[in-house]
């Protein structure tokens, strides 16, 4: 068993958005064993992505889900 990470949304904007430390990212993706993500990632990460690219907030929604599924990411729940 590999590790587990936390994928918070630096690392999903660097990704999606073809920035320039994107394979870092993809390299500790690839090294998980599971990678976890939040929420309040997902608001964060479409909010940035619709931002700096310039989409509306619906295809920055899918960009998101389809890095959720082609990452093999999942989303749990915030708890106190």
């Given at each position: 068993m590999g590790p587990v990470i936390f994928v918070d949304t630096s690392a999903v904007v660097?990704?999606?958005a073809h920035?320039?430390?994107r394979s870092d990212f993809i390299e500790g993706l690839l090294a998980a064993h599971?990678?976890?993500s939040s929420p309040v990632v997902r608001l964060e990460a479409?909010?940035?992505l619709?931002?700096?690219l310039d989409l509306s907030v619906k295809v920055a929604r899918q960009r998101y889900?389809?890095?959720l599924s082609?990452?093999?990411v999942e989303e749990i729940p915030v708890t106190a």
């Open positions: 660097a990704v999606v920035e320039v430390d599971r990678r976890l479409c909010m940035a619709a931002r700096l889900e389809k890095f082609k990452a093999d």
